[in-house]
């Protein structure tokens, strides 16, 4: 694999999102796993969203930026189904890629240059984890906890982020949904699994870099958190 971007919003305050606007939260009461997940909940013809892109070789946030076959894995929880179909994820670009739908009956369904059938059907107050698989101008394919897996045709738009949650004001539906674990890859989908907190609270056994004002463990910044994908235990 690949990682592009590893997301799990531990760090409590929306730190690692590219962008966001409209009503949503990084909340500790409706989670997957962890301490933190994203909560979307916009009213009717409302936004409510965060995007995700990738990282540069620095550590700073960027967009994607590709149109080459890309893997999405996410959690996802619907607080309750809307009361008619509305956009919840987005593969965006200068205009959407792809996008996921679901309906008052918790029919999910893909829509980029092509529009699919119902790919599942999702009941509100269950975690669900989703597969996607985008090329621009190409094939995207989904599966719902490792269900089978049905394609659409992208459309043809340069990938930069993942946007989870609802992006515009023009869909006359109420949201919630709550997502979690996220992994964003050029290689594979990882499978199930969550994102884990790291941080230092030891010397442990790599301590070979020069003391400035402190020493050892005590110099690193406790505030700064390392997230890594393990799979479910």
């Given at each position: 694999?690949?990682?592009?971007?590893?997301?799990?919003?531990?760090?409590?305050?929306?730190?690692?999102?590219?962008?966001s606007?409209?009503?949503?939260?990084?909340?500790?009461?409706?989670?997957?796993?962890?301490?933190?997940?994203?909560?979307?909940?916009?009213?009717?013809?409302?936004?409510?969203?965060?995007?995700?892109?990738?990282?540069?070789?620095?550590?700073?946030?960027?967009?994607?930026?590709?149109?080459?076959?890309?893997?999405?894995?996410?959690?996802?929880?619907?607080?309750?189904?809307?009361?008619?179909?509305?956009?919840?994820?987005?593969v965006?670009?200068?205009?959407?890629?792809?996008?996921?739908?679901?309906?008052?009956?918790?029919?999910?369904?893909?829509?980029?240059?092509?529009?699919?059938?119902?790919v599942?059907?999702?009941?509100?107050?269950?975690?669900?984890?989703?597969?996607?698989?985008?090329?621009?101008?190409?094939?995207?394919?989904?599966?719902?906890?490792?269900?089978?897996?049905?394609?659409?045709?992208?459309?043809?738009?340069?990938?930069?982020?993942l946007?989870?949650?609802?992006?515009?004001?023009?869909?006359?539906?109420?949201?919630?949904?709550?997502?979690?674990?996220?992994?964003?890859?050029?290689?594979?989908?990882?499978?199930?699994?969550?994102?884990?907190?790291?941080?230092?609270?030891?010397?442990?056994?790599?301590?070979?870099?020069?003391?400035?004002?402190?020493?050892?463990?005590?110099?690193?910044?406790?505030?700064?958190?390392?997230?890594?994908?393990?799979?479910?235990?």
């Amino acid at each position: 694999m690949a990682v592009l971007q590893l997301c799990g919003m531990e760090t409590g305050n929306g730190s690692e999102f590219q962008g966001s606007g409209g009503t949503f939260s990084v909340q500790n009461t409706t989670k997957r796993t962890g301490g933190y997940a994203l909560q979307c909940n916009p009213a009717s013809s409302a936004a409510g969203w965060c995007s995700l892109g990738g990282y540069t070789s620095t550590g700073g946030l960027t967009n994607l930026n590709l149109t080459a076959e890309t893997f999405f894995t996410f959690y996802f929880r619907f607080a309750s189904l809307p009361s008619a179909a509305t956009r919840f994820v987005t593969v965006n670009g200068a205009s959407p890629v792809m996008r996921l739908t679901c309906d008052q009956n918790g029919a999910i369904v893909m829509i980029g240059a092509t529009t699919s059938g119902t790919v599942a059907t999702v009941v509100a107050g269950t975690w669900y984890r989703a597969d996607l698989r985008v090329t621009s101008s190409g094939t995207a394919g989904l599966k719902i906890d490792g269900g089978s897996e049905t394609t659409i045709t992208a459309t043809n738009n340069t990938m930069t982020v993942l946007v989870l949650g609802r992006n515009v004001t023009t869909e006359a539906v109420a949201l919630d949904v709550t997502f979690d674990d996220v992994l964003i890859d050029s290689a594979a989908f990882p499978g199930a699994g969550e994102v884990r907190t790291l941080r230092p609270d030891g010397d442990g056994a790599y301590t070979a870099w020069a003391s400035g004002t402190g020493t050892t463990y005590a110099e690193v910044d406790d505030d700064v958190v390392a997230q890594r994908r393990v799979g479910d235990e």
